[in-house]
């Protein structure tokens, strides 16, 4: 730090005398530095002695602060203690104020005590005397006075007199009881028409049981209609009227019963609903009977008489549903004005009121537990609906064969839909029977309907399957060598698809039918509506149509793959234009595929060709294999053979018109029917390079194959084993299966090239690479492919005077 400091200054000293002659100026430059310490020194001494004086004051005013604060500190004392004692001298003052004020108190509690019990005395033995005199009305007043009165002394239960006269009201309320009790009895006895004051006198002891506990309206409620219902339960308990077939009467008597005594039950308050608790008790008094009735029959009941009971029984709980299911509160609303009426231009009183609000308290209560009157009857069917299902199902099964021996196996003119019409008949048979259910019961009875459609459309499923055409079968067919094989006729091929079709829309509305039925059952059986099973079925039926259609195409080529193998190949001697059997393989393509890509949608189509192409690519290539000992010029004539056989499966989706789907095929087909070309390119190579070209065309032959490809050449067993010694001496990683089958689903093939062909190829004499078999073997399939017949016959007929031309070289490099 030191340092730097000394090398600043002498920079700065530096900078203000760079030259000798400005030394000159060093004399006024110390001069005003000595001024200018001066003046510093000047304004710090004059700073210290201000700070001084600071310190002085500062410390002087500390002290008067503090001593004020203790001034005022002294000053609240002296507040606090007069302050308590102004607090003990006013409560010395208001001592004796706050005893006259207590006294005062319990003096105006005792008055209105002692005058609330006069009036409960009075009140009391008023009630008493209207009781005794059955002067309802006004009891009932009297009663709702009472019961205040009383509620004023439940802090004095203990005093003997209180007790005295709460025993007392408690004995009134009884003897009222009884006497409203003895007046109802006589209700409905015919009373009621010869004394004319009856209904009235009964309307105000309706209003007594108001005012009394509501157990007491409970209990009168109940005994009327246990009374009511007494001639009902005598009358239908008897062995004439104790019958299935009579249900509908019992629904008839209730409903007379009411409309017969609407106007004298008008004495009840509408809010004690006594129309509505009468048809509860009449519902389930009902159903007790016609369990019995049910459970004791002998024999199952008549399903007419039954749905007939059943159907009346639904009727009678819609028509209870729709006359009482607006709730208790809209009633109570009635009443509410009813009441306001009645009082007149008075002015309610805050029992009234109270009153009032209490009944709306319980009618809310009891419309949260509202009484569905929906089942309450007609669920005691369900454990015996089960003829009914064993009727619906044999009425649907009989409807089932009906319509499959009515079945034309043909469409419509002018239809659109390529279905088979047993199918939409099937269906609206089945809804029909759904709806008849399902407007008796949506319960266990409509799941088991449900499961009587699952058999229903199995059924169907498997009448569709056995009307597909079968194979061969018996000795007749083994011996001629057709077990198995299906043949189909023109109508044939149209009746698979149009199963087809059906099987599909069938499979598409169950899944609809399971839905619908989900809607409409109880939600406990909602979860097992499942159509997977039925649905699983026709998607076989699917399935094995398909295959049925491929397969019966299959046959039909039977006598062209027959005509192929019968051909001279080894005899031939110039190549043609495309053989017979080519063109009946295009005759049979040509009459077939139209009329099946018209009738099947796209994915079934695509899954056909699908089909069609792994069976007849492979099924081509094993057939070269049958044929006997072929000539060069008859593998020209089958390379060229293959070729517009392969053309004319490529043509298939155009001349079904149905062309989403037709890249993949296109690409499955043009690998499979490679393998025949390169088969038959292997034919046309040299003896010495035979091996070579088999290994680099067909990597994935086999020992087998290449055996028989030697004999299809011509050569001897002789010839052949020096060629099969080399071949498995060169070529010991090729695997030695057995030929596979026509029908089997070929792989890919693999166009790489195993190490150990490539070993053997490299060692070769006529041919010294891969790429030069390749290129002879593409040289064969484009004169096969590309120049048609007329050069073909050129080539060969140069081949016969030259041995040197360019067709001769091709073998001879």
């Known amino acids: 730090m030191a340092t730097s400091e000394k090398q600043n200054t002498l920079d700065y000293i530096n900078q203000m005398f760079p030259t000798e002659a400005s030394l000159s100026g060093v004399e006024p430059l110390m001069q005003k530095i000595h001024s200018e310490i001066r003046r510093v020194d000047a304004e710090i001494l004059t700073a210290v002695r201000q700070q001084s004086n600071s310190g002085t004051k500062a410390r002087e005013d500390l002290a008067a ?107 009134i309320k009884q003897v009222l009881k009884s006497h409203v009790f ?144 607006g709730g208790t509160r809209s009633k109570d609303a009635v009443d509410d004005n009813e009441e306001t009426e009645r009082s007149g231009n008075k002015s309610q009183t ?5 009153k009032k609000y ?12 509202e009484f569905n009157f929906r089942g309450i009857i007609s669920s005691c069917f369900e454990p015996h609906l089960s003829v009914y299902i064993e009727l619906e199902e044999k ?89 198995g094989q299906i043949k189909t006729s023109d109508k044939d091929e149209r009746v698979i698809c149009y199963i087809v079709n059906t099987a599909e829309y069938c499979h598409r509305t169950c899944g609809e039918l399971a839905d619908n039925v989900s809607k409409l059952i109880d939600a406990q059986f909602a979860d097992r509506v499942d159509m997977s099973e039925v649905q699983d079925e026709f998607s076989a039926v699917i399935t094995k149509s398909l295959i049925t259609l491929v397969h019966g195409i299959e046959t039909k080529f039977d006598s062209e793959m027959l005509a192929m193998t019968r051909v001279p190949w080894s005899t031939l001697e110039s190549v043609g234009d495309q053989s017979d059997y080519v063109n009946g393989i295009n005759l049979i393509l040509t009459s077939s595929i139209p009329v099946l890509g018209s009738l099947l949608s796209p994915i079934y189509f695509q899954f056909f060709l699908d089909k069609l192409a792994s069976s007849l690519g492979p099924r081509f290539y094993h057939n070269i294999f049958k044929c006997k000992q072929i000539s060069e010029t008859g593998a020209q004539q089958m390379l060229l053979d293959t070729q517009a056989v392969k053309t004319i499966l490529l043509e298939i989706p155009s001349l079904g018109k149905q062309t989403a789907g037709a890249a993949s095929y296109s690409k ?68 030695q299966p057995t030929i596979m089958s026509a029908s089997a689903v070929p792989s890919a093939p693999n166009t790489s090239i195993p190490p150990a062909i490539t070993n053997f190829a490299s060692s070769a004499g006529a041919i010294t690479s891969r790429e030069d078999v390749l290129t002879r073997a593409a040289a ?29 070289k091709l073998f001879n490099a």
């Open 65 to 171: 602060a503090t001593s004020a604060v203790q001034e005022l500190m002294n000053k609240i004392r002296e507040i606090k203690t007069k302050a308590e004692q102004s607090e003990t001298m006013v409560q010395e003052i208001c001592r004796d104020i706050k005893k006259l004020d207590f006294a005062k108190k319990h003096i105006t509690t005792t008055i209105t005590a002692l005058h609330r019990l006069t009036m409960l005395v009075s009140a009391v033995e008023q009630l008493q005397v209207m009781a005794s005199k059955r002067h309802y009305k006004e009891a009932a007043a009297q009663l709702e006075a009472v019961n205040q009165l009383c509620s004023h002394f439940e802090a004095y239960r203990d005093i003997p007199k209180i007790t005295e006269l709460r025993e007392k009201f408690k004995s």
């Open 182 to 325: 003895s007046d109802f009895s006589s209700l409905g006895t015919g009373k009621e028409t010869e004394e004319s004051n009856l209904l009235q006198q009964l309307s105000d002891a309706c209003l007594v049981v108001d005012a009394l506990e509501p157990s007491v309206r409970e209990e009168l409620v109940k005994n009327f209609c246990n009374r009511e219902l007494t001639s009902y339960q005598q009358i239908f308990e008897g062995a004439e009227l104790a019958k299935l077939d009579k249900t509908e009467r019992r629904y008839a008597w209730i409903k007379r019963r009411l409309r017969t005594n609407e106007e004298i039950w008008k004495i009840f308050p509408r809010s004690w609903h006594v129309d509505y608790l009468l048809c509860i008790q009449f519902c389930k008094l009902t159903r007790s009977q016609l369990v019995e009735i049910l459970v004791s029959m002998k024999e199952k009941p008549d399903v007419a008489t039954l749905l007939t009971a059943l159907q009346r029984t639904l009727e009678f709980e819609e028509e209870l549903a729709e006359k009482f299911g």
């Open 350 to 354: 805050v029992s009234d009121i109270r």
């Open 358 to 369: 209490e009944k709306k308290l319980a009618a809310h209560d009891g419309s949260q537990h």
């Open 395 to 483: 009425t649907l099964m009989d409807s089932l064969e009906k319509e499959m021996l009515e079945e034309t196996w043909e469409i419509d003119e002018g239809s659109q839909t390529n279905i088979l019409s047993s199918s939409i008949k099937v269906f609206v048979i089945i809804r029909r029977s759904l709806k008849r259910c399902s407007a008796l019961t949506k319960n266990q009875t409509l799941f088991n309907l449900f499961k009587a459609f699952q058999k229903v459309l199995k059924a169907y499923a498997t009448k569709l399957f056995a009307r597909l055409p079968k194979g061969g079968t018996g000795i007749v067919a083994a011996a001629t060598g057709i077990e």
């Open 668 to 735: 499955f087909v043009s690998r499979e029917m490679s393998k025949a070309e390169a088969l038959l390119k292997v034919i046309l190579s040299p003896i010495d390079s035979v091996a070579d070209t088999y290994c680099a065309l067909l990597p994935e032959g086999t020992l087998a194959e290449f055996q028989r490809l030697l004999e299809l050449k011509g050569l001897k067993k002789a010839d052949q084993q020096s060629i099969l010694d080399d071949f498995n001496k060169r070529g010991s990683g090729i695997s």
């Open 780 to 808: 064969l399939g484009r004169g096969a492919a590309t120049t048609g017949f007329k050069r073909f016959l050129a080539l060969t007929e140069a081949a016969k005077d030259r041995k040197d031309g360019p067709f001769r």
